[in-house]
T-cell receptor, first 111, second 114 residues
Framework: SQQGEEDPQALSIQEGENATMNCSYKTSINNLQWYRQNSGRGLVHLILIRSNEREKHSGRLRVTLDTSKKSSSLLITASRAADTASYFCATDPRGGNKLTFGTGTQLKVEL | ETGVTQTPRHLVMGMTNKKSLKCEQHLGHNAMYWYKQSAKKPLELMFVYNFKEQTENNSVPSRFSPECPNSSHLFLHLHTLQPEDSALYLC?????????????FGPGTRLTVL
């Protein structure tokens, strides 16, 4: 069954605004990763957050993890047109040995 | 560039054709993966190879046949495909095949089955 589900499915914002995407999952995890995919291209790893971490930053990215709610959020601050892409969360279920990806959030940043 | 290349980038084939997708990684990784990405669906893991040995076959139909001759190369042989097999096929690699690894993806092969 699908482990990660992103919300919203699509998001359109203006350049300079912040973008927040959410990921919910069903079973306990070891870690959660966020990936980005430009149209028709492969996925690029953004950030990994472990189950014992609550928040992590990387440049303009901020990821939070709430294991009690089985959810994570990705915040992109001061968005740019170049941030236009699909964003996926990938979970590493406890007791499993493979990443499970969600359906993604399509982000469009307009000038 | 991520260090993972895939050829061809686009492929159109009939249902009776036989073709192969190729993936090569230049990162010195030991694990390689095939994923299928269809519109509106989650990324589907198809196969995993770790140190050239297949460690995962995610109930993939036999019309898809993987081959991993060495840790740097991965092939996906295709025969008698169906139109619903049309999708973006992504190859990825990671250091050890652990689920905590970062996976590095190629640009994908856009496959259309007529």
């Amino acid at each position: 069954s699908q482990q990660g589900e992103e919300d919203p499915q699509a998001l359109s914002i203006q350049e300079g605004e912040n973008a927040t995407m959410n990921c919910s999952y069903k079973t306990s995890i070891n870690n959660l990763q966020w990936y980005r995919q430009n149209s028709g291209r492969g996925l690029v790893h953004l950030i990994l957050i472990r189950s014992n971490e609550r928040e992590k930053h990387s440049g303009r990215l901020r990821v939070t993890l709430d294991t009690s709610k089985k959810s994570s959020s990705l915040l992109i601050t001061a968005s740019r047109a170049a941030d236009t892409a699909s964003y996926f969360c990938a979970t590493d279920p406890r007791g499993g040995n493979k990443l499970t990806f969600g359906t993604g959030t399509q982000l469009k940043v307009e000038l | 560039e991520t260090g993972v290349t895939q050829t061809p980038r686009h492929l159109v084939m009939g249902m009776t054709n036989k073709k192969s997708l190729k993936c090569e990684q230049h990162l010195g990784h030991n694990a390689m993966y095939w994923y299928k990405q269809s519109a509106k669906k989650p990324l589907e893991l198809m196969f995993v190879y770790n140190f050239k040995e297949q460690t995962e076959n995610n109930s993939v139909p036999s019309r898809f046949s993987p081959e991993c001759p060495n840790s740097s190369h991965l092939f996906l042989h295709l025969h008698t495909l169906q139109p619903e097999d049309s999708a973006l096929y992504l190859c990825a690699s990671s250091q050890e095949g652990a689920s905590t690894d970062t996976q590095y993806f190629g640009p994908g092969t856009r496959l259309t089955v007529l």
